[in-house]
Every structure is written in structure tokens, then in C-alpha cells.
């Protein structure tokens, strides 16, 4: 895209550019145009298309049983407990 392109589609956008601003632009989307004609030379043949990516599916971690959480060990750290419980400032009166 050149200057006078970026000039259309700004008049479009009824947006006003400086002329460094539109030499801008027109670098940026000639980039972003670039990117999209190498997207479309992929080859897609055979390819189904998703209507959503997490039609894929997910991928999930197995659920796996880990170290237990050693709990007196826990609430020895903690500022105030009582009967295996922690205690914290009421918020709410």
C-alpha cells in the first residue's frame, strides 16, 4: 500500500493523518497485508475447519495424587486457629 491508498481508506475512516503518519501506516499495512498473503499460501486441503478452537479439545493433566498437605504443620504458621480452624478478622458486621 502506498501513501494514496492509506489517504482513501482514512478519508473512509474519516480519520485526518499528517503525511509522516500516512507513510506510517502504509508500511504497517503492507506488513499486515504481506503476513496475510503468506497465512493464505498455507495448504489447507484436507483441513476441517473449526468453528471454535476449543473444538479441538482440551488437554488435560491427568489427575494424579500428589504430596499430602501437611496440616498441623500448616496452621502451626498461621496467626491465630482454633479447634483445627482458622481464625481472621470479620469483615462484615
Do not use: C
Not at 491465630?80 to 470479620?90: A, S
Amino acid at each position: 500500500m502506498d501513501a494514496k491508498d492509506i489517504e482513501k481508506v482514512a478519508h473512509l475512516a474519516r480519520l485526518g493523518l499528517s503525511g509522516p503518519e500516512r507513510e506510517a501506516y502504509a508500511q504497517e499495512l503492507s506488513r499486515i497485508l504481506d503476513l496475510v498473503s503468506q497465512m493464505n499460501a498455507v495448504a489447507t486441503d484436507g483441513v476441517e475447519p473449526m468453528t471454535h478452537p476449543d473444538a479441538a479439545g482440551l488437554r488435560l493433566r491427568s489427575d494424579a495424587v500428589a504430596d499430602e498437605i501437611d496440616r498441623e504443620r500448616l496452621l502451626a504458621v498461621a496467626p491465630q486457629t482454633r479447634d483445627g480452624l482458622y481464625l481472621v478478622p470479620r469483615v462484615i458486621e
